[in-house]
């Protein structure tokens, strides 16, 4: 069985552009959450997907994060427009429930805004 | 503040040998206790989880141990490998809720050498 997965695994763009992340979570897991490490920091939660609906959002930054799973099957991540304290890795993790049950969690896109 | 804080930074250790990573955290209210191990490049896999009542919970060499009076909890590593070298990271479930909100540690960066 396939793992989450994510794409792009890195990306290096210019402050003011736009960038989309991908994440494909396993198959028939209903929960899929975001996370972001900057660079010294913890891993932080940003938000949380029950099927295509945000469960909880309360982690994201600011508004120029939108994410979006339409049809409850992968979702994305939109920066728009990037500013240099954007930059870290973005994780994305699935699970079947959202109480005790485990996330598992992809490689990771590492982002880098110039 | 719900925080994660863990000990040491950073461990050095020489393969075959024992060692103990420690966790202290200050998440109220608790719902479980989570250690992931995260090896370069990759994400977070979970190693244990523990609720409030477990107080030890062993996952082939690791074993994890859990003072919910103290609000403590320790990673211990058994005939350490070469592949143990990874980041390992506490994590704790607020239960806040219909919510799950991961709160992460640091973590620690263990290296086993030859």
């Known amino acids: 069985e396939a793992g989450v997965t994510q794409f792009p695994s890195h990306s290096v763009i210019e402050k003011g552009q736009t960038v989309t992340l991908r994440c494909d979570p396993i198959s028939g897991h209903d929960n899929l959450y975001w996370y972001r490490r900057v660079m010294g920091k913890e891993i932080k939660f940003l938000l949380h997907?029950?099927?295509?609906?945000?469960?909880?959002e309360s982690g994201m930054p600011n508004n120029r994060f939108l994410a979006e799973r339409t049809g409850g099957t992968y979702s994305t991540l939109k920066v728009q427009p990037a500013e240099l304290e954007d930059s870290g890795v973005y994780f994305c993790a699935s699970s079947q429930d959202s109480g005790t049950d485990t996330q598992y969690f992809g490689p990771g896109t590492r982002l880098t805004v110039l | 503040k719900n925080q994660v804080e863990q000990s040491p930074q950073s461990l050095i250790i020489l393969e075959g040998k024992n060692c103990t990573l420690q966790?202290?955290?200050?998440?109220?209210?608790?719902?479980?206790l989570r250690w992931y191990k995260q090896d370069t490049g990759r994400g977070p896999v979970s190693l244990t989880i523990m609720t409030f009542s477990e107080n030890t919970k062993s996952n082939g060499r690791y074993t994890a141990t859990l003072d919910a009076d103290t609000k403590q909890s320790s990673l211990h590593i058994t005939a350490s490998q070469l592949s143990d070298s990874a980041s390992y990271i506490c994590?704790?479930?607020?239960?806040?809720?219909?919510?799950?909100?991961?709160?992460w540690g640091l973590g620690t960066s263990l290296a086993v050498n030859p």
């Open positions: 994590v704790v479930n607020l239960n806040a809720g219909n919510n799950r909100k991961l709160i």
């Open positions: 997907f029950v099927k295509e609906s945000k469960q909880d």
């Open positions: 966790c202290n955290y200050t998440v109220s209210p608790f719902s479980n």
